[in-house]
């Protein structure tokens, strides 16, 4: 573990990643807490250094998410936990009330440096930013040995006056000093002359990490990070799958299987487990709902498969001929056929082990049966296909309503029409039926019946996990909150069913949604099971 504040003469990146503050920033990427852990823990493994978990002034919810993943994942071995924080006294107390109980803890606090910034935004002048700077970085240093440091929109700033905010946040107390191109503006080139001139010009450089943050904004982000690198920042700033405010933030993936690929050209690597990536991926872009596109870097589901004949041809002769690194090496095994309806609870775990999943004896009874369910449906069960069945099964927002069975009837007489049982809050049993434009309108038309929580469907996607008549489809949907403050949420779910994968994916949403919002106007009408019917017009 490095010391803060000591500039390391190893070529190793430090990972920081910041899904869980400035991906969770993402427009309808709203975790739960319980999320969060999950995110968090799984982020441990994937061998991150630095777990920025969230903004904890921003509300009291935020607060103590942070906090518990700094109790719970910031353990000796585990990585630093990082919390954001303006320049105000307030937001740095809050900062460090949240992760104080970590092993490692961290403050990063900001300013924006840009003359934009500040003549519109703080109304404040150079003097005043500088001062600020001094003062809070001091108050932070006070409380925590560990203090990074953002002039945010520092690469619209002045490269003069950064030197000297910057040489004030080293004399103040900051240890690692991250500069972020907060709108997504520079090139590579500027990039690595900015950075070059901040490292060797800034009073007491040569003794703190430097650090680069980019948006996606022109689609720079990951080129104009390697600059960053290549000038000699030892800390990356990035997100799983690349999720961000706006065009996103730099993607781990990228930057991680650059390094790792061209060892000749960086010669630069980071402790990352790269056969953690896929599985990272899938995780949040389960949770939040936000779906990555098929032609994604290195995550994409089209990132290892190849369609042209002659691509085709020349990989069965080498591998080397069309593919720069193996998908086995970001964690994609899904070649590996190895479970059927007749293997046993022992190689069931044992699977489950191999790829990392960590199960009580309860939760792997339960895994095992819904294991059992689906090789009845399906000859050959992948690891993809296991994935998407632990997620399904214990990942997601807890479970206000519960599915507990959909018949769907549908075809060209034009009558498309579904009935659902859920189980509610109160454990009572709901029945609703309803017509719909198509088999998924009336099963979400029949949820509604019961739940009666507001929202727009703004978002629904089906995808296939693996190939084959018999794969799991995987469902995907965004819903939007129209009572409070039009927040979206997202919801997963897969089955060899795709209706009742679609039902899965917006009973999530709709919990996820639940959970932020609380689930006060359910009202049961008596003991017996609540019959509700809709007839579309
Ligand atoms: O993009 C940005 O400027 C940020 C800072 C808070 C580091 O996210
Ligand atoms: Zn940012």
Known sequence: MDEPGVMPNSNRIRIFDTTLRDGEQSPGASLTSAEKIDIARQLARLGVDVIEAGFPAASPDDLEGVRRIAREVGTPDGPIICGLARTTKNDIDKAWEAVQDADKPRIHTFIATSDIHMEHKLRMTREQVVAKTREMVGYAASLCEDVEFSPEDGCRSDPDFLVEVLGVAIEAGATTLNIPDTVGYISPGEYYDLMRKLITETPGGDRVIWSVHCHDDLGLATANTLAGLMAGARQAEVTINGIGERAGNTSLEEIVMALRTRPTVYQLDTNIDTTQITRTSHMVSNYTGMVVQPNKAIVGTNAFSHEAGIHQDGLLKHQSTYEIMTPETVGLTQSNLVLGKHSGRHAFRVRLEDMGFELSDDELKQAFARFKELADKKKTITNA???????????????????????????????????????????????????????????YQAIDQIIAAPNTLVEYRVAAITEGIDALGEVTVRIRNEANGKRTFGGHGADTDIFVASAKAYIAAINRMLAFTGYADHEPEGEAATIHMVAQA
């Not at 659902?420 to 609703?432: M, R, S, V, W, Y």
């Open 385 to 443: 296909d296991l994935e998407a069945l632990i997620a399904d099964e214990f990942y997601g927002p807890e479970e206000v309503f519960k599915m507990e069975c959909l018949q769907v009837a549908c075809g060209q007489a034009g009558m498309p029409t579904a009935t659902i049982k859920l189980i509610g809050p109160d454990g009572q049993e709901q029945i609703a039926a309803a017509l719909g434009t198509g088999p998924v309108d009336a099963t």
